[in-house]
């Protein structure tokens, strides 16, 4: 459903994405790993159509970003790494304005809306303003924007940055629950959280994809060498290859 090929990013001088490849099925749940400075936002940034590929080919959900961009974002969710909200809006108008612009209306839009209230759990802020919820609910109605248009892919950056040690337990169980016919990238510098929720890793550092790899072969290699997956993670980080 995700489909990466070969794609490179240059802002300038800084090559932020040096040719990286990967696909990803329906039902995965992919954990994108990588240091602050990556590339992992960037590589998010082209795949939700934001900003185009210096070189590379991106498909989401068999429509390509470059000629098909619309088609794209009917067909993806995306929670940016600085989650904008209105924050002065009641939850419950939020979610419908969203939606509207989404191009919902009437009784598809009472029910899409229904739907993401309960599937992200905000039943008991429904009527209170952005800004009176915690961080955890704000992540919460951020994904709940996001799956209004129900989309079969969700692309994630760095969803949990700011919630207390509780909230992540609860946020990645969440997330879990909406794997189901449906293809989840999810970004994070913090291994014990992709590996909490994903049973792949891609690991990336300075543009360069350098592990693309099933959790049980990082945590049978860490067993090998007789180290904790800490570091045999940290070893491919370093590096700077010799990961697949
Ligand atoms: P990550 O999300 O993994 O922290 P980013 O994709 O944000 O990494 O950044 C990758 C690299 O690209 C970094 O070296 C960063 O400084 C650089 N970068 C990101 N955005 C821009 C930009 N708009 N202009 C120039 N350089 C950028
Ligand atoms: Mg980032």
Sequence with gaps: MIQVDHVTKHYGPTVAVDDVSFSIEEGEIVGFLGPNGAGKSTLLKMMCTWLPPTAGRISIAGHDVAMEPLAVRRSLGYLPEHNALYDGMRVDRFLQFIGKARGLRGGELSERVGWSVEACGLQEVYGKRVNQCSKGFRQRIGVAASLLHNPRVILLDEPTHGLDPLQVVAFLEFIQSL?????????????????????????????????????????ARAAEKGQELEETVLDIVRSGGNGQ
């Excluded at 590996?195 to 072969?217: F, M, T």
């Design 179 to 219: 794997a189901e016919g449906r293809a989840i990238l999810f970004s994070s510098h913090i291994l014990s959280e992709v590996v909490a929720i994903s049973e792949r890793l891609l690991i990336i550092n300075h543009g360069k994809l350098l592990a693309d790899s099933p959790l049980v072969d990082l945590k």
